[in-house]
């Protein structure tokens, strides 16, 4: 990719400096210069008077593949202590919604050694098929044996479509798969859509420190992948199906291993769970101190809730850091999620945007929470908080 400036055209009017977050353009002699730090987001060419500025992307020059010999969605398990991590059936509900736009078959995948007893239960979630890579060393995660075995069966099966979860695992494995398959990956996606003119993967996620969302295509290369943060879309209901199991016995040996598990030890679990609570409060900046994060927390306690918080509650060291929800926080999808003088920043957004009613207090009246609530009450969050709770604690007592 290339940057030009045509220094005929280009007045040094400076409005390319301006709106540069990089400083990547700086004005020399009444024209601008690109510099070293340009991250080409293309931000100067949509303020540029003159259109002096342009972009060139150079054309794909990889070997040309047949598109269409690649058919099918798939969602890539993990697991620990032989439970599944819940992003994997998250994962199947967008799956069903992609699968079915395209007309193609959702599979499931997984590695592991004894989930023979869990594959009719998986398959109330609505696969198609579920292909079962069984071996006694897949007991726990090795991260070269997922990528041997993935990358085999994919380059067998030829999926169009691969999601998988971004976690500590999947951000591990997932962009080793690409490598080897000369596929493009998109991480912590959370919007995934069809382009029906295409079939191109819509990937949309937060970008530069998520003041902006970009939405990424792969239109080269199959298949398109994308890891997705936990959270994000919801678990399918249970049904009936008939699913196809296929069961592949895998032969590995100790001596296969770059690595070896020889003790795994348990952490203590930590009480609080924000991606699985069914309500939560949270407080932002408008609550003003950590002394009033009582009233908060106060609120959630009344509501059977969890306590959470916006990243500068934490900075502020006004919640723990396990509390915080965002971007660079936990990313849920409650049923009820109220949110107590946040402003609504991207970055908080894309973490709760999801949740299934959203119910907003702010004295901002133009605060962008607004834009993605159910409910908005304008107003101080000082004085409506505590009628809220004196007002449950009423209806409780009549209960």
């Not at 987001?41 to 040309?64: H, M, Q, R, T, W």
């Not at 908005?376 to 409780?396: F, R």
Request: proline share 4%; charged share 25%; net charge negative.
């Amino acid at each position: 990719m290339s940057i030009f400036i045509d220094d005929e055209l280009c007045t040094g009017c400076g409005n390319c400096v301006e709106n540069c977050v990089f400083s990547g353009v700086e004005i020399i002699d009444n024209k601008a210069i690109i510099t070293e730090n340009c991250a080409f987001c293309g931000a100067c060419l949509d303020v540029c008077p003159v259109n002096a500025i342009l972009i060139e992307s150079e054309e794909f020059k990889g070997d040309k593949i047949d598109l269409s010999q690649y058919r099918g969605v798939w969602v890539i398990a993990e697991h620990y202590q032989n439970i599944i991590h819940p992003v994997a059936f998250q994962l199947l509900g967008k799956g069903a919604e992609l699968a079915k736009e395209l007309e193609v078959n959702l599979t499931f995948v997984i590695l592991g050694a004894d989930f023979d007893d869990q594959l009719d239960k998986i398959s109330l979630y609505g696969p198609d098929q579920i292909i079962y890579i069984k071996s006694p060393i897949l007991k726990h995660y090795y991260s070269d044996l997922y990528v041997e075995a993935l990358t085999d069966l994919i380059n067998e099966n030829k999926p169009e479509i691969i999601l998988i979860g971004a976690t500590p695992t999947g951000r591990d494995f997932a962009p080793r798969i690409a490598k080897r398959l000369n596929a493009g990956l998109t991480a912590d996606c959370t919007g995934l859509e069809i382009d029906q003119n295409t079939r191109n993967l819509l990937q949309t996620r937060p970008t530069f420190g998520g003041t902006l969302m970009a939405t990424i295509l792969t239109p080269n290369s199959r298949p398109q992948m994308a890891t997705v943060r936990p959270g994000i879309f919801q678990s399918p209901e249970k049904m009936k199906k008939n699913t196809e199991i296929k069961k592949i016995e895998y032969n590995f040996k100790e001596k296969d291993l770059v690595s070896k598990i020889v003790k795994v030890i348990d952490r203590e679990k930590s009480t609080i769970n924000l991606e699985e609570a069914e309500i939560i409060v949270a407080g932002g900046r408008g609550v003003g101190s950590k002394e009033n994060f009582k009233m908060i927390e106060e609120l959630a306690e009344v509501l059977g809730a969890e306590l959470g918080g916006s990243r500068v509650t934490v900075e502020l060291n006004w919640l723990d850091q396990d509390r915080q929800i965002g971007q660079t926080g936990k990313t849920v999808s409650p049923k009820l999620y109220i949110a107590c003088g946040i402003s609504g920043a991207i970055q908080h957004l894309v973490g709760m945007q999801n949740s299934e009613i959203i119910v907003a207090i702010n004295k901002d009246r133009k605060a962008p929470i607004f834009k993605v609530a159910h409910y908005g009450i304008i107003g101080d969050l000082h004085e409506i908080v505590p009628v809220l709770i004196e007002e449950i604690k009423k209806i409780k007592n009549e209960e």
